[in-house]
């Protein structure tokens, strides 16, 4: 990677390692060493522990570590200036190299932050995931927008992602919603039938039933019950699964693949990771004590086949076959891992709502006997979303088929604030989302804060494009025109946080945390709303100077940079930006 941050990383270890190769350090940990580059709190334009972190790793006390320090850092051409404040080293860059660096997002205005370290490596990222017994709704969005952010990120550092819905459409619940369906088709025929208490009340149903009505009469009242059966539950997988499809495509989330469980059976990878296990001999006949949890439904311990799930650091071992001889939900769910593997991913991601703890253990436990590499499998938490309006929270409840749609949500404040909040903070941490605030257009709703900073700083482009003097100019080719003198502290703030964004999408992808860059927006973003004001008390820090052409080209680079780099953070959250607002 070729950003200032990465250089300087890469600097400070080369300064590390001729310490070690002198022996005047022990071992050094690369990864104890951090940068900070956003926070408030540093004294430069970076600081950095490493000072602190030497100190403990001195073999010779009589060596002079800061005056060491001091000259090494020093001597790279890109510092103007270092200094030492309760052992952090603060830094400050030569302008002129910050200046060169922006010939780099000139050169790379669509990908501008992008690297190759994934080297096209396949990743498998299986989210959403939602069985296919109703409409998506509230409990899936999270998981929904994070997912697709997540790939989004992780293509942008080189790997090659597919995004998968798993369709869960065989089992009791497919059953029952078959069954239901068939209730409410007997109904629409004037059959006096109501559903029973496990059977799904939802209105969706209704809508579905009057469609066989009026394609097939009453046809189903006369036919097989396995051919019914066979129907009712085909049709109603097939139409959940083509809704849900139309609604995720409201927010613009779009798989490259959808994995049957049916096929999965089908194909018999069961019986395949059944040998694999047995071959291994991590399957026994045994009991456990007490059956509990979605694969044991019996009041008294019997045996039944277990997987040494304990071999892999889970707290017990899990049934992997009941007592009557059915596979477990677990079983199958291993089936389809072993399935994905056979596709060559090198890493499998799996995005889980937090009801699904419980069941990381045993997953990735099976994961690491299927490829044999720990951590193959990784899970990540999404925590619960309260909808809040008008100052209440909004409950859902699924006995009464009372759903928070993600249609519902989506017509009330549409596709932008929807995928911005979802990955607005840590996934595994809860959050509310409150439909009044996220649609006020004012600084307080940082989506609409973030777009405007971007139609502002267009409206600066625009704006100049009318003048005879700037109306063809060339701002890459004018780079070179560049003058420091014009650039206030200001905006130096604001042209070095500009120039983080490779490291920090970098970051980002690699600790999968999305909301790092809605942090960045906001920050950035509060700095350009900042200066903008300042322009309105002070005529010197305004943009365009019809009397000075090379101040306002040096300013209308620095803001074209700035509009290239949220284009691109917005394209990475996947929310639109605007010329005007």
């Not at 890469?10 to 580059?37: G, M, P, Q, T, W």
């Not at 090494?72 to 302008?95: A, C, V, W």
């Not at 277990?306 to 071999?311: P, V, Y």
Request: overall charge positive; some cysteine.
């Amino acid at each position: 990677m070729n950003d200032i941050i990465s250089i300087f990383k890469k600097d400070l270890l080369n300064i590390v390692d001729n310490l070690r190769h002198k022996k005047i350090i022990k071992e050094f940990n690369n990864n104890s060493l951090s940068i900070d580059y956003l926070s408030k709190s540093k004294k430069g334009d970076l600081s950095t522990n490493l000072y602190i972190i030497l100190s403990k790793k001195i073999i010779d006390k009589k060596f002079s570590l800061e005056n060491y320090l001091t000259e090494s850092i020093h001597n790279l051409e890109y510092i103007k200036n270092i200094h030492f404040n309760k052992g952090f080293i603060n830094i400050n860059f030569d302008k002129n190299y910050l200046i060169s660096k922006i010939q780099d997002i000139f050169l790379n205005k669509n990908n501008y932050g992008n690297n190759n370290s994934g080297n096209n490596k396949k990743i498998n990222l299986e989210f959403v995931s939602a069985n296919p017994t109703g409409p998506i709704h509230l409990a899936h969005m999270r998981g929904a927008v994070f997912g697709d952010v997540l790939a989004s990120m992780l293509e942008s550092i080189g790997y090659t992602v597919t995004r998968e819905y798993y369709v869960n459409d065989t089992g009791s619940q497919i059953e029952i919603l078959g069954n239901s369906l068939f209730v409410r088709y007997q109904q629409l025929l004037g059959i006096n039938i109501s559903l029973s208490l496990n059977e799904y009340p939802g209105d969706y149903l209704k809508d579905m039933a009057q469609i066989i009505v009026n394609s097939d009469n009453d046809k189903w009242i006369k036919s097989s019950v396995p051919d019914r059966k066979i129907y009712f539950e085909k049709f109603a997988t097939n139409y959940l699964i083509d809704n849900i499809k139309k609604d995720l495509s409201l927010i613009n989330i779009n798989f490259e693949k959808f994995t049957y469980e049916s096929n999965i059976i089908s194909n018999k990878f069961i019986d395949k990771i059944f040998k694999l296990l047995k071959d291994k001999n991590l399957l026994y006949e045994g009991v456990l004590e007490k059956p509990k949890g979605e694969d044991d439904f019996n009041l008294s311990p019997r045996k039944q086949l277990l997987f040494r799930s304990t071999n892999f650091s889970d707290d017990k071992d899990r049934p992997f076959k009941k007592s009557n001889g059915d596979w477990t939900y677990f079983a199958n769910d291993a089936a389809y891992h072993y399935e994905k593997y056979t596709r060559g991913f090198v890493k499998l991601i799996n995005i889980w709502g937090s009801d699904h703890i419980g069941y990381i253990s045993r997953m990735k436990s099976i994961s690491e006997v299927i490829s044999e590499k720990e951590n193959y499998l990784e899970v990540q938490i999404c925590q619960i979303v309260r909808l809040i309006k008008n100052g209440n929270l909004v409950k859902m409840s699924k006995r009464d088929g009372n759903f928070i749609t993600l249609k519902y949500i989506f017509d009330e404040v549409g596709k932008d604030p929807l995928r911005y909040f979802m990955v607005s903070s840590k996934n595994e941490t809860p959050m509310d989302f409150d439909i009044d605030k996220v649609i006020e257009k004012n600084k307080d709703n940082p989506v609409f804060y973030c777009q405007y900073a971007y139609a502002r700083a267009s409206s600066v482009i625009n704006k100049s494009k009318k003048y005879k003097s700037l109306s063809n100019v060339n701002l890459q080719n004018s780079i070179t025109n560049f003058n420091i003198s014009y650039i206030s502290s200001y905006e130096w703030e604001i042209i070095l946080k500009i120039l983080t964004w490779p490291y920090l999408l970098n970051q980002s992808a690699y600790l999968k945390q999305p909301h790092k860059i809605t942090n960045y927006l906001e920050d950035i973003c509060s700095n350009f709303h900042s200066f903008w004001n300042k322009g309105k008390d002070d005529s010197s820090l305004r943009f365009i100077d019809e009397s000075n052409f090379e101040k306002t080209i040096t300013k209308l680079i620095w803001i074209e940079s700035f509009r290239i780099v949220l284009k691109r953070a917005f394209k990475i959250i996947g929310i639109d930006f605007f010329e005007n607002m």
